[in-house]
């Protein structure tokens, strides 16, 4: 790395500057490091966060140039799972500072094309219309399924599309008992999970109304932003924001659920993402107060024991609903409901799979290093199932399984109820 002589700190302005005080509470001790998979995977203190927390004080410090290459390597393999958070003891908030420096860097450095063109799809609700459907006629060929084969990296997202192909159609119509709750649930129908999960969310709807909560409809909600916060484009995370939090206002609802860990994490947060937006502030504080994962939910409202085939279940932690929303047993509870299905342990079940939003498409050889151990850990099983709450986990995990050749899948919780 060059070091910059006669260095001038970063502008106050900068969003790493803003959130400067979090790199004070890093005392280097160490604990995060095996709670971090591309540690784990790399072996370089570079690639640890308590390396990646000394990059960005030097960054802040300008004894490091924002496009410092070696630098911005180091933090771009980041996939910001925040395991860190949950072993850190001085409480970094490390989540908060990977996406003010990615920020600061993003606006010295443009974001590589391929993340560009994903960013901008996912900001226009009809663009991104139109690329899923258009990716659901796609996988009814079989053909991802056929190029899945194939063992180069370059195929891996093939695998993933014909993941998610479902064997059931979803029931259409409203779920049974919609009309019959107590308490209001709106729903975020999410990008991934509606366009290419969506028998998950009919099942989460489904699961809802059966445990007592009316759906309320909140129109003209958009992509969380999550996607863009984690890459660094902040100003339209922003933007998606507020766009959700308006809709959610109007709806109404008591809570909203989110059944995708990256989303429900990413509104939970909306309160820090517009803390300095004087008209927003308040009002996503408000809203994100009311989110809740759909584990959550039933959990408080039962949840009511559903019966099913004899079925061997491992749970895999989505990262941002272990370490990012600090909800860890709620799925399991729900889970443990369900006649027939007999829960079996796995082993590194807190650790990351590697999707991380859209870092298995930027970085796909970090990522396959990271999810190696997750597909071995679950073969040791000798599951049918793995269950985990989040779409690009069961993307990822489910395109690792369908290549391996697995009889195991890989499928929502919601899902199985």
């Not at 920020?103 to 799809?121: G, H, S």
């Amino acid at each position: 790395m060059t070091h910059i002589a006669g260095s001038v700190p970063l502008s106050q302005d900068s969003p790493l500057a803003r959130e400067a005080a979090g790199l004070d509470a890093c005392v280097h001790c160490g604990f995060c490091l095996n709670a971090c998979p591309t540690y784990l995977a790399l072996e370089d203190e570079n690639d640890s966060p308590r390396g990646r927390l000394v990059l960005m004080r030097q960054m802040l410090d300008g004894d490091i140039a924002l496009t410092d290459p070696d630098a911005t390597t180091h933090l771009d393999r980041c996939l910001g799972c925040r395991g860190c958070e949950t072993a850190c003891p001085s409480g970094v908030p490390y989540g908060e500072l990977l996406e003010a420096t990615r920020a600061t860097i993003a606006k010295a450095r443009p974001l590589p094309w391929n993340a560009r063109a994903i960013l901008f799809v996912f900001a226009h609700p009809r663009l991104l219309a139109f690329v899923m459907a258009c990716s659901r006629a796609f996988r009814a060929t079989g053909i991802p399924r056929l190029l899945a084969r194939i063992p180069h990296k370059a195929f891996f997202p093939f695998a993933m599309l014909a993941s998610t192909a479902r064997r059931t159609a979803s029931r259409g119509g409203s779920p049974a008992g919609a009309d019959t709750g107590d308490t209001t649930a709106a729903f975020l129908t999410g990008c991934v999970m509606e366009g290419l999960l969506s028998p998950a969310n009919r099942a989460t709807e489904r699961a809802l109304a059966t445990n007592g909560y009316r759906l309320a409809a909140a129109p003209g909600q958009q992509c969380c932003g999550a996607l863009h916060a984690h890459a660094g484009d902040d100003s339209t995370a922003r933007t998606l924001a507020r766009a959700n939090v308006a809709a959610f206002e109007a709806s109404g609802a008591e809570f909203i659920a989110v059944n995708s860990a990256g989303c429900g994490a990413m509104m939970k947060a909306y309160g820090h993402l517009l803390r300095d937006d004087p008209d927003w502030s308040e009002r996503a504080k408000a809203v994100a107060a009311r989110v809740r994962d759909v584990s959550e939910l039933l959990v408080a409202a039962g949840p009511r024991a559903t019966g099913g085939p004899e079925l061997r279940v491992a749970y895999d932690a989505p990262c941002h609903l272990q370490h990012g929303q600090r909800v860890v047993t709620e799925p399991i509870q729900v889970l443990s409901v369900i006649r027939g299905v007999t829960l079996v342990p796995l082993a590194g079940s807190d650790q990351c799979c590697g999707s991380a939003g859209i870092f298995n498409l930027l970085e796909p050889d970090v990522a396959d290093r990271v999810l190696r151990p997750k597909l071995a850990q679950i073969e040791a099983s000798r599951v049918d199932i793995v269950a985990t709450g989040n779409p690009g986990c069961l993307m990822q995990i489910g395109g690792g399984l369908l290549r391996a050749g697995s009889r195991t899948v890989a499928r929502h919780p919601v899902e199985l109820i």
